[in-house]
């Protein structure tokens, strides 16, 4: 305090520096003060206000005579070290108050993400009443579990549905709302390329077609039910010739996925010559690539077989 007769005396609070006013002090005041946890040290700014220290921490800080006389003054460094305090008790770290909104504070999260929450809602975590997520690491699961699945997950549900995503198919960039629950558990169908469940069983194929040029090409893919692949979703065409040559069961659409891409990719290594341009057939068949030459059919056949003698192998 800074009492000097000829300069205005001030105390500094906060680090503001304020000026004292130099009204009397109602010992009522003091009494309540006392009453409510503090200790009156001085009438500061206006007639309206006071200095008290808080008797938990001994912080100095300003308060209302209104507030004083008629509630609970609060003590704000209490009220922080109980923020950090709850924060703590929730596994968090509180890096401080929201600016813009005095219910909120910014904590850092045990994966290293920062997250703005409600004070309430952290006591409710620190007492074990609720949970907190990090937005960044959910929506990084989230991206991986579909990716796992060979799609895109794109974001919320366009229909506000909170259990639906928007999803992309990778393999033929088909766009579909799907439940999350079922993304993980891969009971869904894509809409665009009728791939049924990963998780159910599937069939690896190879299927032969003749374009309307005369030429000849073989396709491999695979499909929980290949006859009707061809027949309801590849042929533009219901009258181009074509036959399903071969199907090889396998156990999980999942395994059919993974056996059908390094088939295409070793196919393509070896043969690439024999990878058909898709403007070739577009018009003609619903695919958007993996389409080789006819020429190329024993070998397709041969590598189906090898896939399926590996998967006899494999113990149920
Ligand atoms: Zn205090
Ligand atoms: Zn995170
Ligand atoms: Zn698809």
Redesign the pocket.
């Known amino acids: 305090m800074n009492m000097h007769s000829n300069t205005p005396a001030t105390m500094t609070i906060n680090n503001f520096r304020l000026p004292i006013h130099t009204g009397a002090i109602k010992p009522g005041w003091l009494h309540e003060a006392q009453k409510k946890g503090f200790t009156l040290v001085a009438r500061v700014v206006d007639r309206m206000h006071l200095a008290v220290q808080c008797h938990l921490c001994g912080h100095l800080s300003v308060t209302r005579l209104f507030t004083l006389m008629s509630a609970q003054p609060l003590c704000p460094q209490c009220i922080e070290q109980a923020w950090r305090t709850d924060a703590a008790q929730a596994g968090l770290e509180f890096i401080g108050r929201d600016p813009d909104h005095r219910h909120y504070g910014i904590y850092k999260m045990s994966c290293g993400h920062e997250v703005r929450r409600q004070f309430a809602l952290i006591k409710r975590v620190a007492l074990a009443a609720t949970g907190l997520r990090c937005e960044t690491c959910h929506a990084k699961t989230e991206a991986r579990e579909a990716h796992a699945r060979g799609w895109e997950l794109l974001g919320p549900d366009p229909q506000g549905d909170l259990n639906y995503r928007k999803y992309r ?1 990778t ?4 766009v579909q709302r799907i439940a999350r629950a079922n993304m993980q558990s891969g009971r869904f169908g ?1 809409g ?4 049924d469940w990963p998780a159910a069983p599937s069939f690896l194929y190879a299927m032969h077609f003749t374009l309307e040029n005369g030429r000849e090409i073989v396709k491999a893919g695979f499909s929980r039910d290949p006859q009707s692949r061809l027949h309801h979703q590849l042929k533009r065409d219901p009258s181009m010739p074509c036959t399903l040559l071969h199907m090889v069961a396998v156990p999980t659409g999942q395994d059919a996925i993974r056996l059908e891409k390094r088939l295409h990719a070793d196919l393509k290594h070896a043969h690439p010559a024999s990878v058909i341009d898709p403007a070739v057939y577009s018009k003609q068949i619903r695919v958007a690539s993996e389409i080789y030459d006819g020429a190329l059919t024993p070998i397709v056949l041969a590598r189906l077989e090898e896939i399926e003698a590996e998967i006899a192998r494999i113990p149920a």
């Open positions: 198919h393999d033929c960039g088909h894509c665009g390329c009728g791939v």
